[in-house]
């Protein structure tokens, strides 16, 4: 076995400290990584999928960091109790706002102070590809994991947090669309994919549904490619998956639709 540190050991972050550091243990700081951190009452969800295939590479590869932080641990009392019934009545617990800032006061000290903080909630706007992009061009975010009826309004208001859905549904808890956000995220760091090509052509990056996608055979069960991408006409191929692009959004999102129409009649699109 080698002795030679991977790649990603040799990008920790090194500051100032009385106390030694082993820079070869998981919670060392990585220079230059986009880190995600998330509080959570499940920190031993994580990383669950985002550890598995491009996103796992990355991570053990040092392009991005996961740092999460334990809400329980920062609870009430003996049983670390971090809810309470809510003020002025109703069913279901809320998240106590001196838990949550005992939480987020320690985890925000690992963080740039321009990262944002995301609350994920079935009331907040809805996370898209542009949201994706704009999280993969900063530092990193600290991502909150909603619980029972919420948190306390108090706490989401001080620490300016955006509030962030993933649709019209209602979930148990945010673990799974935090890391359905992160996925989305990380996969649009420089070096997770390798091939920038891709994250350009895919669905939502022109406000578009993607295009239909054939491979080999070229026959299979009666059912033929489309002859235009055997022509090897790169002109007619791209006219030919534009059109089907238009035509499923049409279908499919007349809300893209609709706002594709706007962007391409200012001149945006």
């Known amino acids: 076995m080698s002795d030679t540190p991977s790649r990603s050991h040799g990008r920790k972050a090194i500051r100032p400290s009385l106390q030694p550091r082993d820079l070869m243990s998981p919670g060392a700081e990585l220079a230059r990584a986009w880190r995600a951190q998330v509080v959570t009452l499940f920190p031993e969800a994580f990383p669950g ?19 999460t932080v334990g809400l329980r641990e920062f609870g009430e009392g003996r049983h670390r109790n971090v809810d309470d019934t809510p003020t002025g009545g109703g069913a ?19 963080m740039p102070e321009q990262a944002p903080i995301l609350y994920l909630s079935p009331r907040g706007r809805p ?8 999280l993969a061009r900063t530092q990193g975010a600290t991502l909150i994991c909603g619980r029972f009826e919420g948190l306390d309004q108090r706490v989401i208001d001080a620490y300016g947090m955006t509030e962030v859905s993933l649709g019209d549904f209602v979930m148990t808890g945010g673990e799974i669309g935090a890391q359905a956000m992160l996925d989305a995220t990380i996969r649009l760091l420089p070096g997770v994919l390798g091939n920038s090509a891709s994250t350009e052509e895919e669905s939502f990056s022109s406000g578009l549904l993607e295009h239909p996608q054939y491979t080999r055979p070229t026959e299979w069960r009666g059912h033929a490619v489309p002859d235009v991408l055997l022509s090897g006409h790169h002109g007619e191929i791209e006219k030919w998956r534009q059109a089907q692009a238009e035509g499923l959004t049409e279908a499919r999102r007349p809300d893209l639709w609709e706002a594709f129409l706007r962007r391409k009649g200012s001149g945006q699109g």
């Open 49 to 67: 999928t985002l550890g598995l295939s491009l996103t796992g590479k990355a991570l053990k590869d040092g392009l991005w960091q996961l740092d």
């Open 92 to 110: 279901g617990m809320v998240l106590r706002a001196d838990v949550m800032a005992r939480a987020l006061d320690s985890a925000r000290a690992r």
């Open 127 to 134: 996370f898209d590809q542009a949201m994706a992009r704009d």
